[in-house]
Each structure stands twice: as C-alpha cells, then as structure tokens.
C-alpha cells in the first residue's frame, strides 16, 4: 500500500470536481513517476497562483489584479451588466467573445430552502453598480432552474422603478440539437422562445 504522504495527495486530488478516489490514485500515480517534468513544475504553479489570484472586488471575477482585467479594459461596454453565479459561468460567457460588457458574479443563488438569502449573496453590490446613470441594462445569465429564476425576479423586482432594463438569456434549443434527444423542458422553452426564419 501507499505510504502516508502519497495516500494524502490522493486525499487531496480526490477533493477536486470530477475525480473520485480511482482517477485521484491514477493522477497521484502520474504525477510521482514524473517527478521532475510534472509534480515539481505544478507545486511551483500552484504555489506562484495561490500568492498572486485575487477576487475583483468590482465583479468577483479572479485574475492576478484588482479590478480585474475586464473590468479595467476601458474597451468594454459600461452601459451593459452580465450577471453570472459563478467564474466558471463568466468564463464559459468569455470563450465566446459575444459580449463585451461588464460583468457581476453573485457566488450563488437564492434559495430559502437551503437558508441562503440575498445577504449571503453580492446582491447589494450588483444593485448598487446596477442603478449607475451609465447602466442601461442588466443581463440575467442564470441557471434556468427554480433558484435561478428567484435570483433572477428578486435582482429584477429590487431594479423596478431605475432605467435599467433587466433581460434574461434565451433558454431552448441547442444548435445541432435534436428534438428527440431534450428534455421537455427544453422544447417548451425553445417553444415558447419561438422567432421568426
């Protein structure tokens, strides 16, 4: 069996998103007999990420500055906010390269069954970027489940009364997708999302 400080790594590999024990104990295995050429360099990248990450106070975005880089690139559209629950959403938005406004990450969604309420959210912050002069609109890129859509009314009810449109992203079907394959959900949405060809 693996010695103390291997069965740690593994341990620890195992915590990540996507590994369980059997990958975690493949990747620990990689990692060892590669000492020089993949352990060693990861352990100085992480070590040189975890010093130099920050979370943009302005978004919630991490880069190695504060604001953020999109939020300091004077490029982007100020007017328009996209608001995401987490990086991973931002940057998945990023790899399209069809937006270029500014951004909000909220770090989570509303959800009173789980005592999770606009407090426990930057939800104050959003509002208050929100009813800037300069905001025209606030864009809703949110998960199209019940916590989702609470979020998504609760940010639109609190902007009421602002010059600030509130939009949502359409829901529906994928590009490629095949009608067979959804969920109804799905076809509804793009039903209901229906333009004209």
């Given at each position: 069996?693996?010695?103390?400080?291997?069965?740690?790594?593994?341990?620890?590999?195992?915590?990540?998103?996507?590994?369980?024990?059997?990958?975690?104990?493949?990747?620990?295995?990689?990692?060892?007999?590669?000492?020089?050429?993949?352990?060693?360099?990861?352990?100085?990248?992480?070590?040189?990420?975890?010093?130099?990450?920050?979370?943009?106070?302005?978004?919630?975005?991490?880069?190695?500055?504060?604001?953020?880089?999109?939020?300091?690139?004077?490029?982007?559209?100020?007017?328009?906010?996209?608001?995401?629950?987490?990086?991973?959403?931002?940057?998945?938005?990023?790899?399209t390269a069809a937006f270029r406004g500014r951004y909000h990450v909220t770090g989570g969604l509303l959800s009173p069954l789980d005592g999770i309420g606009p407090q426990d959210l930057k939800l104050d912050r959003l509002i208050g970027r929100a009813k800037?002069?300069?905001?025209?609109?606030?864009?809703?890129?949110?998960?199209?489940?019940?916590?989702?859509?609470?979020?998504?009314?609760?940010?639109?009810?609190?902007?009421?009364?602002?010059?600030?449109?509130?939009?949502?992203?359409?829901?529906?079907?994928?590009?490629?997708?095949?009608?067979?394959?959804?969920?109804?959900?799905?076809?509804?949405?793009?039903?209901?999302?229906?333009?004209?060809?």
């Amino acid at each position: 069996m693996a010695g103390v400080e291997i069965e740690a790594l593994i341990r620890q590999l195992s915590k990540l998103p996507g590994l369980g024990p059997r990958s975690a104990r493949r990747i620990a295995l990689a990692l060892i007999k590669r000492k020089e050429t993949l352990l060693d360099p990861l352990v100085q990248t992480l070590g040189t990420a975890a010093a130099a990450v920050k979370v943009c106070q302005t978004c919630g975005n991490f880069d190695s500055c504060d604001p953020c880089s999109i939020c300091a690139d004077a490029r982007r559209d100020g007017s328009v906010i996209c608001v995401v629950e987490d990086v991973a959403d931002l940057w998945a938005l990023e790899r399209t390269a069809a937006f270029r406004g500014r951004y909000h990450v909220t770090g989570g969604l509303l959800s009173p069954l789980d005592g999770i309420g606009p407090q426990d959210l930057k939800l104050d912050r959003l509002i208050g970027r929100a009813k800037a002069p300069e905001v025209r609109e606030v864009i809703m890129a949110l998960s199209a489940t019940v916590d989702g859509q609470t979020t998504a009314h609760y940010i639109a009810e609190r902007l009421q009364g602002t010059d600030t449109t509130v939009s949502g992203l359409a829901h529906g079907m994928p590009i490629g997708g095949e009608l067979d394959y959804l969920d109804d959900g799905t076809i509804s949405a793009a039903l209901r999302a229906r333009r004209p060809v």
